[in-house]
């Protein structure tokens, strides 16, 4: 039993080390045919890029789940428009207000330094009096 273990040891050594990389030099590869060709780019686009919109269903079902959610809000807009009964095309908002950054004032701050409700900073001595005011008012008894 024990030369069949050690004659079984010597011929898998052997094997693993006459065992070498494929001869890639004389022989040609071949490439791996593609028998499932890409089809994201053939594929129509989806309603909601098309419309700007959810489905009717899909947007249905996002507003009774979550209300405030941006499909849902998107479909009750569309449905306060009419947008599914009347079968309109693309609806895009237009906002006629001015951009931030428009509505940004251009200059140097205001002065809020020279304001009288700025905070100024104390020195220690003026901190030592206010404190034995309030320690002198607090020893007062109140008539």
């Given at each position: 039993?024990?030369?069949l273990a050690c004659f079984t040891m010597m011929i898998s050594l052997v094997c693993a080390a006459t065992a070498h990389?494929?001869?890639?030099?004389?022989?040609?590869?071949?490439?791996?045919?593609?028998?499932?060709?890409?089809?994201?780019?053939?594929?129509?686009?989806?309603?909601?890029?098309?419309?700007?919109?959810?489905?009717?269903?899909?947007?249905?079902?996002?507003?009774?789940?979550?209300?405030?959610?941006?499909?849902?809000?998107?479909?009750?807009?569309?449905?306060?428009?009419?947008?599914?009964?009347?079968?309109?095309?693309?609806?895009?908002?237009?906002?006629?207000?001015?951009?931030?950054?428009?509505?940004?004032?251009?200059?140097?701050?205001?002065?809020?330094?020279?304001?009288?409700?700025?905070?100024?900073?104390?020195?220690?001595?003026?901190?030592?009096?206010?404190?034995?005011?309030?320690?002198?008012?607090?020893?007062?008894p109140r008539n």
């Amino acid at each position: 039993m024990r030369w069949l273990a050690c004659f079984t040891m010597m011929i898998s050594l052997v094997c693993a080390a006459t065992a070498h990389e494929p001869d890639r030099k004389n022989r040609r590869i071949w490439p791996r045919f593609d028998l499932i060709p890409p089809l994201g780019v053939r594929l129509p686009a989806e309603h909601s890029r098309l419309y700007n919109r959810p489905t009717n269903l899909s947007g249905w079902l996002a507003y009774r789940i979550a209300p405030s959610s941006q499909e849902a809000m998107a479909w009750h807009n569309a449905t306060h428009q009419r947008a599914y009964q009347d079968d309109r095309g693309r609806l895009e908002k237009h906002f006629f207000y001015p951009k931030p950054w428009e509505g940004l004032r251009v200059g140097p701050r205001d002065e809020t330094a020279a304001s009288r409700n700025a905070i100024e900073p104390i020195t220690s001595g003026e901190l030592r009096e206010a404190l034995r005011a309030d320690e002198e008012k607090l020893a007062r008894p109140r008539n």
